[in-house]
């Protein structure tokens, strides 16, 4: 089955970048799968940020077009997001999740990772 | 980008009692899906394809709709059920979520 989880810091401060990492164990992340990032904000808003293709071509949503970059590292099947220039607005559980290409859903996700940007 | 609007916000209901929550597409969507998130989790698939029920979720629930108007429906309301729920589309990118609907016992 496969797992996702997050890691990162969890305390940002304005105008700096958010960098998150989603380690995957029981699949290989250049198989027929996409690799996207999801936030929740307080309120429970969900908006998904994008994501990178099995093949390592990406889509973002356009309302983040400008600040994000999702990468990945083949080698420790791992993905990444940065969110530049972030704001208190980027205050969010951030998850990573999988969808297979076939399919227009999300069927595993990573447990999340709360994210607070303050000063 | 389609936007999703779930009624109600919340919504409390008794052992027993049914339940329906409604997602509105501001544009023609082919199928929704359904999320369950309890507390300190995170959201589980629950519905696919409008109507299918994911792995291990119990038969009360159903969904159905079609074009803009899309429900979910727990025939008798159990208190394992609590939960939020969310739907969300991809039948045009960016996929996107409705607000929620939580769940309360009563």
């Known amino acids: 089955e496969i797992q996702l989880q997050e890691s990162g810091p969890g305390l940002v401060k304005p105008s700096q970048s958010l960098s998150l990492t989603c380690s995957v164990t029981?699949?290989?992340?250049?198989?027929?799968?996409?690799w996207s990032w999801i936030r929740k904000f307080p309120g429970n808003k969900m908006e998904w940020m994008g994501y990178?293709?099995?093949?390592?071509?990406?889509n973002y949503n356009p309302s983040l077009k400008s600040r994000i970059s999702i990468t990945r590292d083949t080698s420790k099947n791992q993905f990444f997001l940065q969110l530049n220039s972030v704001t208190t607005e980027d205050t969010a559980t951030y998850y990573c999740?999988?969808?297979?290409?076939?399919?227009?859903?999300?069927?595993?996700w990573g447990q999340g990772v709360m994210v607070t940007v303050s000063s | 980008e389609i936007v999703l609007t779930q009624s109600p916000t919340t919504i409390a209901a008794s052992p027993g009692e049914k339940v329906t929550i409604t997602c509105r597409a501001s544009?023609?969507?082919?199928?929704m899906y359904w999320y369950q998130q309890k507390s300190g989790a995170s959201p589980k698939l629950w519905i696919y394809?409008?109507?299918k029920l994911a792995s291990g979720v119990p038969n009360r629930f159903s969904g159905s709709g079609s074009g803009t108007s899309y429900s979910l429906t727990i025939n008798t309301m159990e208190t394992e059920d609590a939960a939020t729920y969310y739907c969300?589309?991809?039948?045009?990118?960016?996929?996107?979520f409705g607000g929620g609907t939580k769940l309360e016992l009563k």
């Open positions: 999740a999988s969808r297979l290409l076939q399919w227009d859903y999300f069927d595993y």
């Open positions: 969300q589309q991809w039948s045009s990118t960016p996929p996107t």
């Open positions: 394809d409008t109507s």
């Open positions: 544009s023609s969507v082919s199928y």
């Open positions: 990178i293709s099995y093949s390592g071509s990406t």
């Open positions: 029981g699949y290989t992340i250049t198989s027929g799968y996409d």
